[in-house]
Nanobody, 125 residues
Framework: QVRLVESGGGLVQAGGSLRLSCTAS????????MGWFRQPPGKEREFVAA????????RYADSVKGRFTISRDNAKNTVYLQMDSLQPEDTAVYYC??????????????????WGQGTQVTVSS
Protein backbone atom coordinates (compact mmCIF):
# COMPACT_ATOMS: atom_id res chain seq x y z
CA GLN A 1 0.00 0.00 0.00
CA VAL A 2 1.39 3.36 -1.07
CA ARG A 3 1.40 6.09 1.56
CA LEU A 4 2.56 9.69 1.41
CA VAL A 5 2.99 11.43 4.75
CA GLU A 6 3.52 15.18 4.98
CA SER A 7 5.01 17.01 7.93
CA GLY A 8 6.34 20.45 8.80
CA GLY A 9 3.23 22.59 8.65
CA GLY A 10 2.31 25.08 11.34
CA LEU A 11 1.65 28.69 12.23
CA VAL A 12 4.14 31.34 11.12
CA GLN A 13 4.16 35.12 10.88
CA ALA A 14 4.25 36.87 7.54
CA GLY A 15 7.78 36.95 6.20
CA GLY A 16 8.70 33.74 7.96
CA SER A 17 9.70 30.34 6.61
CA LEU A 18 8.61 26.73 6.86
CA ARG A 19 9.94 23.53 5.37
CA LEU A 20 7.50 20.80 4.45
CA SER A 21 8.54 17.19 4.03
CA CYS A 22 6.74 14.31 2.37
CA THR A 23 7.96 10.75 2.76
CA ALA A 24 6.60 7.93 0.63
CA SER A 25 6.34 4.29 1.54
CA UNK A 26 5.07 1.22 -0.27
CA UNK A 27 6.71 2.19 -3.55
CA UNK A 28 9.88 3.90 -4.73
CA UNK A 29 9.28 7.17 -6.55
CA UNK A 30 12.86 7.86 -7.60
CA UNK A 31 11.82 7.65 -11.27
CA UNK A 32 8.66 9.72 -10.92
CA UNK A 33 7.71 13.37 -10.73
CA MET A 34 6.66 14.54 -7.27
CA GLY A 35 4.37 17.47 -6.72
CA TRP A 36 3.03 19.84 -4.10
CA PHE A 37 -0.48 21.27 -4.20
CA ARG A 38 -2.42 23.42 -1.78
CA GLN A 39 -6.03 24.20 -0.95
CA PRO A 40 -6.69 27.64 0.55
CA PRO A 41 -9.79 28.05 2.74
CA GLY A 42 -12.93 28.06 0.64
CA LYS A 43 -11.04 27.56 -2.63
CA GLU A 44 -10.14 24.78 -5.03
CA ARG A 45 -6.91 22.83 -4.72
CA GLU A 46 -4.14 24.37 -6.83
CA PHE A 47 -0.72 23.46 -8.15
CA VAL A 48 2.29 24.77 -6.21
CA ALA A 49 5.40 23.00 -7.52
CA ALA A 50 6.64 19.83 -9.19
CA UNK A 51 10.05 18.27 -9.50
CA UNK A 52 11.06 15.65 -12.05
CA UNK A 53 12.85 12.45 -11.11
CA UNK A 54 16.23 13.92 -12.07
CA UNK A 55 15.58 17.13 -10.10
CA UNK A 56 16.27 19.16 -13.25
CA UNK A 57 14.02 22.09 -14.13
CA UNK A 58 11.38 22.02 -11.40
CA ARG A 59 8.27 24.04 -12.14
CA TYR A 60 6.45 26.49 -9.88
CA ALA A 61 3.16 28.32 -9.81
CA ASP A 62 3.65 32.01 -10.55
CA SER A 63 2.35 32.90 -7.10
CA VAL A 64 5.24 31.12 -5.35
CA LYS A 65 8.06 31.52 -7.85
CA GLY A 66 11.17 32.98 -6.21
CA ARG A 67 9.88 32.23 -2.70
CA PHE A 68 9.38 28.45 -2.63
CA THR A 69 11.91 25.75 -3.51
CA ILE A 70 11.08 22.13 -4.18
CA SER A 71 13.74 19.47 -3.77
CA ARG A 72 13.96 15.73 -3.30
CA ASP A 73 16.12 13.03 -1.77
CA ASN A 74 15.54 9.86 -3.75
CA ALA A 75 17.54 7.79 -1.30
CA LYS A 76 14.98 8.74 1.37
CA ASN A 77 11.97 8.63 -0.98
CA THR A 78 11.25 12.14 0.28
CA VAL A 79 10.31 15.44 -1.32
CA TYR A 80 10.62 18.83 0.36
CA LEU A 81 9.09 22.25 -0.04
CA GLN A 82 11.08 25.13 1.41
CA MET A 83 8.76 28.12 1.80
CA ASP A 84 10.31 31.53 2.42
CA SER A 85 8.82 35.02 2.62
CA LEU A 86 5.47 33.51 3.51
CA GLN A 87 2.40 35.69 3.14
CA PRO A 88 -1.14 35.36 4.54
CA GLU A 89 -2.35 34.29 1.09
CA ASP A 90 -0.13 31.21 1.38
CA THR A 91 -2.43 29.92 4.13
CA ALA A 92 -3.72 26.54 2.97
CA VAL A 93 -3.62 22.82 3.47
CA TYR A 94 -0.59 21.57 1.58
CA TYR A 95 -0.58 18.16 -0.09
CA CYS A 96 2.18 16.17 -1.70
CA UNK A 97 1.33 13.93 -4.60
CA UNK A 98 2.87 11.28 -6.83
CA UNK A 99 1.74 9.91 -10.19
CA UNK A 100 1.18 6.34 -11.22
CA UNK A 101 3.62 6.46 -14.15
CA UNK A 102 7.38 6.99 -14.10
CA UNK A 103 9.40 9.22 -16.43
CA UNK A 104 6.62 11.67 -17.16
CA UNK A 105 6.41 15.25 -15.91
CA UNK A 106 3.05 16.40 -14.57
CA UNK A 107 1.65 19.59 -13.12
CA UNK A 108 -2.05 18.81 -13.39
CA UNK A 109 -3.93 17.59 -10.34
CA UNK A 110 -5.67 14.84 -12.29
CA UNK A 111 -2.31 13.37 -13.35
CA UNK A 112 -1.45 12.42 -9.78
CA UNK A 113 -2.61 9.11 -8.36
CA UNK A 114 -1.29 9.15 -4.80
CA TRP A 115 -1.92 11.89 -2.24
CA GLY A 116 -0.87 12.63 1.30
CA GLN A 117 -3.30 13.55 4.03
CA GLY A 118 -2.27 17.21 3.96
CA THR A 119 -0.56 19.52 6.42
CA GLN A 120 -1.94 22.89 7.51
CA VAL A 121 0.11 26.03 6.92
CA THR A 122 -1.21 29.21 8.50
CA VAL A 123 0.48 32.56 7.94
CA SER A 124 -0.56 35.41 10.22
CA SER A 125 -0.28 39.05 9.22
Amino acid sequence: QVRLVESGGGLVQAGGSLRLSCTASGRTFSSATMGWFRQPPGKEREFVAAIPWSSNTPRYADSVKGRFTISRDNAKNTVYLQMDSLQPEDTAVYYCAAPLRNFAFYTGETDYRYWGQGTQVTVSS
